[in-house]
């Protein structure tokens, strides 16, 4: 819209990364020359740590464009990779190989076939993960694992991550206790200073066409410092805005009223800044201490109207918030319950409020087969042994009548079991056991119990059995 009016070639301030706008600032360059030489000598993993819109994801892209023409180059978004499969399923599209298809196994065979023996990656393969700091640590691991490929003494993957403080953090677990060890070079980007800013404002208008210091002299690029304190992602949306501001009024150079104006339209909030007076001079001021007597009044001896005026307008301000959202009934209550009411809603937004990294990918778990713990079974044996449990015999049998003629010797006849119940076996009866019912049928063949173990047969057992077990 803006680039006619103010007679430039292209948009000076994207909204995404772009590597022939780099700006080889101090702390980015340090760090691309030591990624890069962890890249080119093989020497281990190369980290990059800096907080948002400070240029990792720049850096990643200026990285695979530099030694695209000697290795595979593989780039990595971190956080939209969840499992194992998925993970090795991205390496194997960012090195256009087959990845449809195929089960994890099936993937990292492939994977490892291609970078170790393949003819079209003859150099090896170089691993860019951003945004490394959204992966969790078995994934984490599983690209530790590809660091280890080797062919005749060569690594075969040569890897650089990068990633906000929690990547750090991640790599202080004792779980990657052996990923930590491979890592040769820390780098830790930083925002750029007031020279830098205005120097990287500068260089992206005359890389567009423009002459810099005549479209934002330097008393706006100071605004811009002041707004946005030196984060280059930042900077972009504010001197975008702030060009648009001035094309529409009619403005053919930025000054800070329009950057100020910029940054409250894109923060939605009053001015950002209120500056204070400064000491003239050389003279540095330094505070109190807290703890000197006397320095630390009493609430009720430092309160002015004005203080107080000012606590409430603040808390009817957040009240007025929280009664749009329709959240609480100001009119039911006092002051107090009214701030303690807001200050539990904020806390409860800050609770339900989860970043990409602390959230866990979901596991869901397909069976191709019925469960086994769910396959129904198509015949219950039920197994009891009647010599186990002499207090519930297994079968039921007749009561036997002893012999009539007294005189005559007759061995009575075993007794009978009835039919067995469906589904229940019972154990057959040992042999040396027959032996025993036989010594004891002699002894006394005029009762006969009506159980299968009678009271004085099971004391006889148990006598037996004692005997047998002390010699």
Request: proline share 9%; with cysteine.
């Amino acid at each position: 819209m803006y680039e006619t009016y103010f007679n430039l070639t292209g948009r000076p301030f994207g909204p995404a990364p772009r590597v022939d706008q780099y700006f080889p600032a101090t702390n980015i360059e340090s760090a691309r020359i030591a990624v890069a030489r962890c890249i080119e000598r093989a020497e281990g993993v190369g980290l990059v740590i800096g907080p948002s819109g400070t240029g990792k994801t720049l850096l990643c892209q200026l990285l695979a464009q530099q030694f695209k023409s000697t290795f595979q180059v593989a780039l990595l978004g971190g956080g939209r990779l969840g499992s194992r499969r998925a993970l090795l399923q991205a390496i194997l599209y960012e090195l256009g190989r087959p990845y449809r298809g195929m089960d994890e196994g099936e993937l990292r065979l492939s994977l490892v076939e291609y970078v170790t023996l393949s003819d079209d990656c003859p150099h090896g393969v170089v691993l860019l993960v951003d945004e490394a700091h959204t992966l969790p640590l078995r994934l984490l691991d599983e690209i530790r694992t590809l660091t280890d490929l080797a062919h005749e003494g060569q690594p075969r993957v040569r890897l650089a991550m990068a990633g906000n403080r929690a990547l750090e953090e991640h790599f202080a677990s004792p779980k990657l206790d052996s990923f930590n060890q491979r890592v040769v070079a820390r780098c830790y980007l930083e925002s750029l200073n007031r020279a830098e800013t205005q120097e990287y404002i500068h260089t992206r208008i005359d890389a567009a066409g423009g002459k810099g210091p005549r479209l934002i002299p330097a008393e706006a690029c100071q605004s811009v410092y002041k707004a946005t304190d030196g984060v280059p992602r930042l900077i972009n949306q504010v001197c975008d805005h702030a060009l648009l501001l001035a094309y529409a009024s009619g403005a053919r150079q930025l000054e800070p009223a329009i950057v100020e104006e910029a940054w409250a339209d894109l923060q939605q909030l009053p001015m950002p800044w209120n500056e204070q007076a400064q000491p003239s001079g050389d003279v540095i001021e330094f505070g109190k201490l807290e703890d000197e007597p006397g320095d630390v009044p009493t609430p009720s001896a430092e309160a002015t109207p004005d203080d107080d005026e000012a606590e409430a307008s603040d808390s009817a301000a957040l009240l007025h918030i929280a009664t749009e959202a329709n959240e609480l009934d100001a009119t039911e209550l006092e002051p107090a319950e009214q701030l303690l009411q807001i200050q539990g809603l904020l806390a409860e937004v800050e609770e339900e409020f989860c970043p990409i990294g602390t959230i866990r990918p979901e596991v869901e778990l397909v069976f191709d087969e019925p469960h086994p713990f769910q396959e129904p079974f198509q015949q219950e044996e039920v197994i009891a042994d009647r010599y186990a449990s002499p207090a519930a015999p297994a079968v039921a049998v007749p009561t036997v009548l002893p012999p009539q003629d007294v005189g005559e010797v007759v061995a009575p006849p075993m007794p009978l079991p009835l039919p067995l119940a469906q589904d229940v076996y019972v154990a057959p009866q040992p042999r040396w056991m027959d032996e025993i019912d036989a010594d004891v049928a002699d002894e006394d063949e005029t009762s006969w119990p009506a159980s299968p173990i009678a009271p004085a047969h099971a004391q006889k057992y148990g006598r037996l059995f004692s005997s047998l077990r002390h010699g």
